[in-house]
């Protein structure tokens, strides 16, 4: 009869006993890669990090630990101002508008129609430090970014080295950050390229109600406002919005 030699060198069991490797094993693995290759590697990590009290998304959501909240996108108004659109479960809408007026890093609520079991809303508010940081690396962030009871979750696509920074940012604002989920895949851009002058015409057009629904300012007015032709400033948004379509149907991070 053959002997039963066990599972070969190298290898692990697969049945009901066997358990995958945690986040924290796996990010020491990559501590130690150092190879070219993985130099230029996506790393997609997601964190759950508590809110400090004093960014409105802290107090707020963990005085109401019920409600959901999903930040959508995010444009910037000038290099410490941006405006997001939030989805807000619960309520009808605009039955949050004057408790969000009142934190002080909140400039501006805009309440939009109902959708699904909660409202949207448009917020203009002070930057957090987050945003520095990431704008000092040069990596956009990935929506959307989910919020609930005092934290917020949000995934994470940049190489290695910019990650450990981030997360260093993080720990510092919350020591018990927990990294939830860890993938890797090859490093592409999965974001529109967008020129400067692109990302500052798109905030002004956003800031301005252009792509509201309903539209709150023609082309026309847009223009006019902007001090561009009509024609040119067409051009311009429609090359925006064709780089914003083609990046919507890429599916970089699959795998490798």
């Given amino acids: 009869?053959?002997?039963?030699?066990?599972?070969?060198?190298?290898?692990?069991?697969?049945?009901?006993?066997?358990?995958?490797?945690?986040?924290?094993?796996?990010?020491?693995?990559?501590?130690?890669?150092?190879?070219?290759?993985?130099?230029?590697?996506?790393?997609?990590?997601t964190l759950r990090v508590r809110i400090p009290s004093g960014l409105w998304p802290g107090p707020f959501s963990a005085a109401h630990p019920e409600l959901r909240i999903d930040v959508l996108n995010r444009v910037e108004v000038t290099p410490d101002l941006s405006v997001s659109d939030h989805w807000i479960s619960g309520g009808p809408p605009g039955i949050w508008t004057q408790?969000?007026?009142?934190?002080?890093?909140?400039?501006?609520?805009?309440?939009?129609?109902?959708?699904?079991?909660?409202?949207?809303?448009?917020?203009?508010?002070?930057?957090?430090?987050?945003?520095?940081?990431?704008?000092?690396?040069?990596?956009?962030?990935?929506?959307?970014?989910?919020?609930?009871?005092?934290?917020?979750?949000?995934?994470?696509?940049?190489?290695?080295?910019?990650?450990?920074?981030?997360?260093r940012h993080a720990r510092q604002t919350d020591p018990g950050a927990q990294i939830v989920s860890i993938r890797r895949g090859p490093l592409r851009s999965h974001l529109p390229l967008l020129t400067d002058t692109q990302r500052q015409l798109l905030a002004e057009a956003m800031a301005a109600g252009y792509f509201a629904v309903p539209r709150g300012i023609t082309l026309t007015e847009l223009a006019r406002r902007l001090n561009r032709s009509k024609s040119g400033l067409s051009e311009a948004i429609a090359l925006i919005e064709k780089k914003l379509l083609e990046a919507a149907f890429q599916n970089p991070t699959a795998p490798s």
Wanted: overall charge positive.
């Fill in 1 to 45: 009869m053959a002997r039963n030699r066990g599972p070969a060198p190298g290898t692990e069991p697969r049945g009901r006993g066997a358990r995958t490797r945690s986040s924290r094993e796996r990010l020491a693995e990559l501590r130690g890669r150092r190879s070219p290759r993985e130099v230029d590697r996506l790393f997609l990590a």
């Fill in 99 to 167: 408790e969000l007026m009142g934190y002080p890093d909140v400039l501006s609520v805009e309440p939009f129609a109902e959708v699904g079991a909660g409202c949207l809303y448009r917020l203009k508010y002070r930057n957090p430090p987050v945003i520095y940081l990431y704008r000092e690396m040069n990596l956009p962030l990935h929506f959307p970014l989910r919020v609930q009871a005092g934290y917020i979750s949000w995934e994470i696509a940049a190489r290695y080295s910019e990650f450990r920074k981030i997360l």
